[in-house]
């Protein structure tokens, strides 16, 4: 048995099917209507932060659209031109963002096949709280 990714629902705490979910491919800032919000909600907006590396060596900065996930990041990927971390040259694509790529296996369907291509930790950080 392996983790396998799924789509969840929030508001009915239940996965749901990949013929449940309508893909938008965005490429820009874009605001969308969502079910159960009284306004649009924003996607598409790039944030960039940094992690630093060992030995003050500097950082390096990556951009993402899903910047809530970063606490299951398990690794950072670069196309293999850049410097080596994690060489993906699938998933990276040097002339969109920073050039680096942020990688949450549990939590995105790029990262989970990134994840299991370089047999990456998968992290699940949307639990249930402690009452």
Do not use: Q
Not at 41 to 55: A, D, H, I, K
Not at 103 to 113: K, R
């Amino acid at each position: 048995m392996g983790y396998r990714l799924v789509n969840w629902d929030c508001v009915l705490r239940t996965a749901i099917s990949d013929i449940e979910v309508d893909y938008t491919d965005i490429k820009k800032r874009t605001l969308l209507m969502i079910p159960g919000y009284e306004n649009a909600v924003e996607f598409g907006v790039l944030t960039s932060f940094s992690y630093p590396l060992e030995e003050d060596l500097g950082e390096i900065v990556v951009a993402t659209t899903r910047v809530e996930t970063m606490l299951g990041d398990t690794a950072i990927a670069v196309h293999p031109d850049d410097i080596r971390i994690i060489c993906d040259a699938i998933l990276v694509d040097p002339e969109f963002g920073t050039g680096a790529v942020k990688i949450t296996p549990a939590h995105d369907h790029n990262d989970f096949n990134v994840g299991k291509r370089h047999n990456l930790e998968f992290i699940n950080i949307f639990t249930e709280m402690e009452k």
